[in-house]
């Protein structure tokens, strides 16, 4: 009967072992993924930065987005979005401004079940001379003082639903190109008006 018990409590700790080591694997997966994305983005101008990480069961991070190369940045949204002229002579025509442009934002996830990463940006640094050019354009101004965007990933780092400013643009659209305009004072996004 002892040896009965013996075993089964060896089981259970065996067991909670592995349980408990679930979210320190689903972690370090989550790491490596955002190590190749912070290579992929750099190659196409676009430096991003973890500054914090926190939680085991619970991650979230804190990080960075800075511009470092305009020409890049362009050829790389250049399949992926439709974007009005106006708008990126209006933000890249100074192109030290514009990599003077920060974001900031948290990343989001659980290690113990993960399915997602949720991504949360806003604008941190917006230079003056370009504050400047945007307040001409009552539009862009607007978009730019309540930006909010939210992006979910699979844990595989495959984006899969992108939230801008309260319009959603599901993994059914994200595989074609994102169509931003400027139309009668509003800005549209895949034929939805921004507000």
């Not at 504050?131 to 990933?153: A, D, T």
Request: proline letters at 2%.
């Amino acid at each position: 009967m002892i040896k009965v018990i013996y075993v089964i409590v060896a089981i259970m700790i065996v067991i909670g072992s592995a349980v408990s080591s679930i979210p320190y694997f689903t972690k370090d997966t989550i790491e490596t993924i955002i190590v190749k994305k912070q290579k992929e983005l750099s190659s196409h101008g676009i430096d991003f930065k973890v500054v914090s990480n926190t939680g085991y069961f619970n991650s979230k991070r804190e990080m960075i987005v800075n511009f470092t190369d305009v020409r890049k940045f362009l050829e790389y949204f250049e399949n992926r979005l439709e974007i009005d002229k106006s708008l990126l002579t209006t933000l890249t025509q100074d192109e030290k401004s514009f990599e003077q442009i920060s974001l900031k934002g948290i990343l989001k996830n659980t290690n113990t079940l993960p399915h997602k990463i949720e991504s949360f940006l806003s604008i941190d640094n917006l230079p003056e001379n370009l504050q400047k050019q945007i307040s001409n354009n009552k539009i862009l101004e607007k978009l730019m003082n309540s930006l909010s965007l939210q992006l979910n990933f699979s844990i595989f780092g495959i984006v899969n639903y992108i939230n801008l400013n309260g319009i959603v643009i599901s993994n059914k659209t994200i595989s074609d190109p994102v169509k931003i305009e400027f139309l009668n004072d509003s800005l549209i996004v895949n034929g939805e008006v921004i507000k």
